[in-house]
């Protein structure tokens, strides 16, 4: 039985030494950290995300991000990279190469970037054009230099199918195929899954939706990540509650790993 203080909130400091007395001991979190898409192209090459609507910085989760491998110890640490080859199915300068569905309202004559087209497929394929970005072995794809990266990390590559795009990191949009992250937490046999990055309301919550529906507790990092559109941040994180997810500050991560 918590204590709790005149707002009915429990005393954190005693959260704290209960998760770490009893709760952590009969729980047994596994702890996996997943820092996805902190890419030069997001941050300031060709997807910049500050020219997107939220008009957000992408480079302000570096420190925070950094600042979390520095102090606090995971059982595993991911990376994952938006890796493109050239004829990607996202890219806008690609699109005239591709069959349109009759049913698509955009058309080669009336496209503008960010929005979504219906290409010829089985079933068709509704698909959000982007600038070209992340092409594989670029400058664009590369993780930002600043980004701390760990020893005994692991790089998850997505978007390596021509035909098919990828934002969670799980699977492709089609859940085709997975990636190896899937794997690697199996064999980790990881029960937590730490979530940050680029964008907050792509890849970052198509991830999270993911790690939820495959049952991990899953905590999304909300300073750690930026977005494309604030309605979309707003809603990523709706979903992302909803489905019992929870969203805290880096500052409270070490007091729970
Ligand atoms: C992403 C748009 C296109 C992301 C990837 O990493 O959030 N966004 N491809
Ligand atoms: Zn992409």
């Known amino acids: ?39 030069n192209d997001f941050i300031s090459g060709t997807l910049n995300i500050s020219n997107c609507s939220a008009q957000q910085n992408g480079s302000e989760v570096i420190q925070p991000i950094n600042r979390i491998l520095e102090t606090v110890n995971f059982d595993a640490v991911f990376y ?7 004829n990607h ?3 806008i300068d690609n699109m005239s190469s591709r069959d349109l569905h009759p049913t698509s309202k955009v058309t080669s004559d009336n496209v503008q970037i960010y929005d979504t087209v219906i290409f010829n497929g089985n079933p068709p394929i509704r698909q959000r054009l982007w600038p070209r970005h992340c092409v594989q072995d670029t400058w664009g794809s590369e993780l930002h230099k600043d980004l701390k990266v760990v020893e005994n990390s692991l790089k998850v590559y997505k978007g390596t199918n021509p035909d098919v795009d990828s934002y969670s990191v799980f699977w492709d949009n089609k859940k085709m195929t997975d990636t190896t992250l899937c794997a690697q937490l199996r064999l980790k046999n990881a029960t937590d899954i730490y979530i940050c990055g680029l964008a907050y309301d792509v890849c970052v919550g198509a991830t999270a939706v993911d790690a939820l529906a495959i049952g991990y507790r899953t905590i999304l990092l909300d300073d750690c990540s930026r977005g494309v559109d604030l309605k979309d941040i707003e809603k990523t994180k709706n979903t992302v509650t909803k489905n019992n997810g929870i969203i805290i500050n880096s500052d409270q991560v070490k007091a729970m790993v």
Do not use: M, T, Y
């Open 89 to 91: 199915i996202s890219f």
């Open 80 to 86: 994952s990279l938006d890796w493109h080859p050239s």
């Open 1 to 39: 039985v918590f204590d709790v203080n005149s707002n009915g909130l429990i005393d954190p400091n005693e959260f704290i030494f209960c998760w770490n007395h009893w709760i952590k001991i009969i729980v047994r979190p596994i702890s996996a950290f997943l820092i996805v898409d902190v890419q």
